[in-house]
């Protein structure tokens, strides 16, 4: 009885807000890997082919597909301000995409590695708040 | 009170978190540039300019993040405390990291400061909104 309550109180957890939160946790799972496979790249010089790469490009599509769900969640709350975080986290996440596409696409300046970084930082911050607003009201 | 347990919070942990923030920020953008730009060891001024704008933003990070502790281990919610005790925790490992970086030149400790930074933000983030 004791794991059975544990579930359902985390089931309850996640699915508060209209399942904001369980999304808000999704995302930040997706973009700490997407962090640490993005980071190698420059960090240990890997170069823009091999599995670094590829895992940080699918991190990339999990996280935007994740920000548009959580926009159209909160959407779905009476929340004001979940409803601007979730807008502000979608913005950053097609701003990194963009500047991402824009450094793989031809244009090897690190000026676009450092908006993807800027856009990085956005996101997660506008995901976390979302995260713990979520679970705090 | 249990660890998942809404109630008042202080705005002095609000208003250090917010800076903390603020920081941690400056610092992710500049050492981000030091990684992009900069080539060790350093030859021209507008490189140490900017490890040096990386190396202000962490230590104001430390400062913040001792006073932050200290606001959220006197909240009487459990879960407030504990964020505050893991923001400080992530900022020592991310400091280690970069000091035994510049110490030796091995890019592993690099990746540890990159990747103690994500949990040091995410926590001083939490203590905003939380």
């Known amino acids: 009885m004791k794991l059975e309550e544990t579930v359902y109180r985390f089931m309850d957890l996640v699915a508060k807000n209209n399942y904001v939160t369980g999304l808000s946790i999704l995302q930040l799972l997706t973009l700490t890997a997407l962090y640490s496979a993005g980071m190698a790249i420059p960090i240990f010089n890997l170069g823009l082919q091999g599995s670094a790469i590829t895992a940080h490009i699918y991190g990339a599509i999990t996280v935007a597909v994740l920000s548009l769900l959580i926009l159209a969640a909160s959407w779905r709350t009476s929340d004001l301000r979940l409803r601007v975080l979730a807008l502000f986290n979608f913005l950053f996440v097609l701003m990194a995409a963009f500047e991402g596409l824009f450094y793989f696409g031809g244009f090897v300046d690190p000026s676009y590695a450092l908006g993807m970084g800027i856009g990085f930082i956005g996101a997660l911050f506008s995901n976390s708040a979302l995260l713990f607003y979520s679970i705090s009201h | ?130």
Not at chain 2, 36 to 43: E, S, T
Not at chain 2, 67 to 81: D, K, N
Request: proline share 2%; aromatic share 16%.
């Open chain 2, 1 to 130: 009170m249990s660890i998942i347990s809404v109630g008042p919070k202080s705005k002095v942990t609000t208003s250090l978190a917010m800076a903390e923030t603020v920081f941690l920020t400056g610092a992710f953008i500049a050492g981000l540039a030091t990684l992009l730009y900069d080539k060790f060891p350093l030859q021209q001024s507008w490189q140490s300019f900017i490890l040096s704008l990386h190396i202000s933003f962490a230590m104001l990070t430390a400062f913040f993040g001792v006073a932050l502790y200290t606001a959220t281990s006197r909240e009487r919610r459990r879960g407030l405390a504990l964020l505050g005790m893991a923001n400080a925790i992530f900022i020592g490992i991310a400091a280690a990291g970069g000091l035994l970086f510049y110490s030796t030149l091995d890019y592993v400790y690099s990746y540890v400061m990159a990747l103690a930074f994500v949990g040091a933000y995410v926590t001083a983030v939490s203590c905003i909104f939380y």
